[in-house]
């Protein structure tokens, strides 16, 4: 396969799952589960970290909220969010093959992310 079009589909499943993090918060929001706004997303002043620490806290800002992913859930798509630097360290020959062994691994777990990031936005009433 082409290293290439590896890259950049892990970029495009990295920016899908991101996006579905954002839309699992965003109706959390909506139906007064979490502590954040959707403004304070839109304008950057939360991250994406600090979504999915928000997202995983049963306390945020200093008022009890409904935690809506697990500790585990929370470190998982910690841990994906490097994903998406797999594409940017690649500078030899040995690296990009290192690198290039990552992709399998790295698709499938966005796969069970994303799955997952569906089902709890399809279960915040």
Partial sequence: YNLDNCLESIKLLTETVEGAI?????KAIRKGRINLTAQQIDQNEVDLSGVIDC?????????LQTQIIDKNLRHKLHDFRNTRNLSQHWKTAVKRREIE??????VQ???RL????????ARVK
């Fill in 22 to 26: 954002i839309q699992l918060a965003k």
């Fill in 55 to 63: 997202l995983g806290a049963r306390m945020y800002a200093q008022s």
């Fill in 101 to 106: 062994n990552q992709f399998p691994e790295a």
């Fill in 109 to 111: 777990t966005g796969i």
């Fill in 114 to 121: 994303l799955r997952k990031l569906v089902a709890l936005t």
